[in-house]
């Protein structure tokens, strides 16, 4: 079974607007990364955020993690087309050696 | 940007032949990883290695293997390669910090005719 699940699978906003991506997961973690993917690319790291922080910000990024639900949420604000891509949060569970283990993957369009 | 390499980027090959996809990093990282992503799907971990000498199997079962003879190669092998191995192949590495990211190649996308 999925460690992560995303919602939604799909998201389509203007340029300007803000994005936000869910991520649920099961089982205790060290930390929750959240990763980018444009098409026919590999992944690039966004955030990281460990089990004992509640959030982070990158820029126009801010990722919170409630433990308590198991769950994350990636935000971009004043997106840009630029921001199309897939996101998918991954999460490095306790007594795993470091494996992470992806979600399915938001896919984001931003329309100019 | 990260500095790991994967060839080829493309590869359309018929079935039964032997396939070596390469994969480099110059960043001296310790662990790397492989992973199958079907389009639009979710990445699965087929192959790890903490080390020179160390490989471990991943929680998708692969008929391909690996080796790691060097700290920065872990190439990846399917001898007889079939339409059901056809998938992009992503590698990635990282430092033996937990608490620090993977880094990833652009990924193979390889095509079994």
């Known amino acids: 079974s999925q460690q992560g699940e995303e919602d939604p699978q799909a998201l389509s906003i203007q340029e300007g607007e803000n994005a936000t991506m869910n991520c649920s997961y099961k089982t205790s973690i060290n930390n929750l990364q959240w990763y980018r993917q444009n098409s026919g690319r590999g992944l690039v790291h966004l955030i990281l955020?460990?089990?004992?922080?509640r959030e982070k910000h990158s820029g126009r990024l801010r990722v919170t993690l409630d433990t308590s639900k198991k769950s994350s949420s990636l935000l971009i604000t004043a997106s840009r087309a630029a921001d199309t891509a897939s996101y998918f949060c991954?999460?490095?569970?306790?007594?795993?050696?470091?494996?992470?283990?992806f979600g399915q993957g938001t896919e984001l369009s931003v329309k100019p | 940007e990260a500095d790991i390499y994967q060839t080829p980027r493309y590869l359309v090959i018929g079935t039964g032949k032997k396939i070596t996809l390469e994969c480099s990093q110059t960043?001296?990282?310790?662990?790397m990883y492989w992973y199958q992503q079907d389009p639009g799907m979710e990445l699965h971990l087929i192959h790890y290695?903490?080390?020179?000498?160390?490989?471990e199997k991943g929680d998708l079962s692969s008929e391909s293997t690996v080796s790691r003879i060097r700290t920065e190669h872990f190439p990846l092998t399917l001898e007889s390669a079939r339409p059901s191995h056809t998938s992009q192949y992503l590698c990635a590495s990282s430092t033996i910090d937990s608490n620090q990211p993977q880094h990833f190649g652009d990924g193979t996308r390889l095509s079994i005719l």
């Open positions: 991954a999460t490095d569970a306790n007594n795993q050696g470091g494996k992470l283990i």
């Open positions: 960043m001296g990282h310790d662990k």
């Open positions: 955020i460990r089990s004992n922080e």
């Open positions: 290695s903490y080390g020179v000498n160390s490989t």
